[in-house]
Each structure stands twice: as structure tokens, then as C-alpha cells.
């Protein structure tokens, strides 16, 4: 095992297991985690055959760990949130916007990585585009998931929900993920090519 997937996988369960000791909500806990294990199960399922970049593999565990740490307070009261509240006089804690924001700065790196890799686009205009869209509808289909859930789990709805009575959560959360999106393709696509060239991904220049 590499000392880079050692590191991964011993701070995946490091934060995995202190965010499940005494949760404020088992429910929200659960809920908020399992993407973070499910990704981390296909991760371990593909590590031969589809290995990816560095940078893909280091976004990837920070958006677990955000999902892991909103999980054990539920988003609505992490402390980071409550000090960011406090210091801004804010109305709400904000946490969940940086999620939101990941949710689509990160996942626009892994769908980067699988267009080149995959060569679904000749353009990078188009591959950019689909991207963007892509986490566009992504985070869409996530906030379904929580009405879902809200739908279901009258208990759970509002922790779950985080909404903290802001009656355009749902739009921004998206309006969040759009812009991590933009940002995160900005911002990584040269440091991503490197990367992609060093292990053999893309053809050197």
C-alpha cells in the first residue's frame, strides 16, 4: 500500500469514527455520512483499475471529512459555522454553504478527471460546459434528496434540511455548487494537467 492511500484511508477512519461518537442526531448522522463511505467504497473498488490523480484523491477525502464533520453536529450548528456567524453578524450558520460550495468545486474535478480520461469531449469548451452542468444537476438532485427525506421523516426533516427558516436555502445551495463549480475548474485545471500528464493520463507537451 502506498504511504499517500495509507494516510487516505487512516484519516478517513480517524474522522469517520470520531464523528460518530455522540452525534447530536443518529438519524442526520447516518445520513449525512453515507455518501462519504459510499464513496470511499468505490474508491477502494477501483484503486487498480482506475486509479486517479493525487489532487482528485486529496479533494475527494477533504469533501468526506466536511460531510463527516457536518454529520457529527448536523449542519446547522458546527462550531466553525457558529465562529464564522459570530464574527460576520450573521443571521445563520453558514456551514452548510461551504458544503454546498464543494459539492460542486470538488465533484467538477472528478468529472474533469473522467471526461479526459474517458475522451468524451475533443473541447475543452464543451468538456467545461457538460461539467458545469453536470454539478448543476448534481446538487438539483441532491437537494430532491432532501425533500425526499423531509417528505419522509417528519423528526429529521429540518436538521437534515438545514434550511434555519432562510426561505431561499434550496437556491442557493445550488447557486453555491454552480459557483464551486466555475471556481473549482478555474482554479485546478492547469495544476490537473500537470498531474494527469506526470501519471501517464495525458501526453506530455
Known amino acids: ?102 459539492q460542486g468545486f470538488i465533484p467538477a474535478m472528478i468529472a474533469r478527471e473522467l471526461m479526459i480520461r474517458l475522451n468524451v469531449f475533443n473541447s475543452a469548451a464543451w468538456r467545461n460546459f457538460f461539467i458545469v452542468c453536470f454539478c448543476l444537476g448534481f446538487s438539483a438532485f441532491y437537494e430532491l434528496i432532501e425533500w425526499w427525506v423531509a417528505l419522509l421523516s417528519d423528526e429529521a426533516a429540518d436538521a437534515f434540511l438545514g434550511t434555519q427558516g432562510y426561505v431561499w436555502d434550496t437556491q442557493s445551495d445550488m447557486g453555491w455548487a454552480l459557483f464551486g463549480a466555475v471556481l473549482g475548474l478555474a482554479l485546478l485545471s492547469r495544476l490537473h494537467d500537470g498531474q494527469l500528464r506526470q501519471q501517464g493520463f495525458l501526453p506530455a507537451t
Open 1 to 102: 500500500m502506498s504511504a499517500l492511500r495509507a494516510i487516505w484511508i487512516a484519516i478517513f477512519l480517524a474522522v469517520l469514527i470520531w464523528s460518530g461518537i455522540g452525534p447530536k442526531d443518529v438519524t442526520i448522522w447516518g445520513l449525512e455520512v453515507f455518501p462519504a463511505v459510499l464513496g470511499a467504497v468505490v474508491l477502494w473498488f477501483t484503486r487498480e483499475r482506475f486509479p486517479l490523480t493525487t489532487l482528485v484523491y486529496v479533494l475527494i477525502l477533504i469533501h468526506c471529512v466536511i460531510l463527516m464533520i457536518g454529520g457529527h453536529y448536523t449542519y446547522a450548528e458546527v462550531p466553525i459555522g457558529e465562529w464564522l456567524r459570530e464574527t460576520f453578524d450573521g443571521s445563520r450558520n453558514n456551514y452548510d454553504k461551504i458544503g454546498h460550495f464543494v
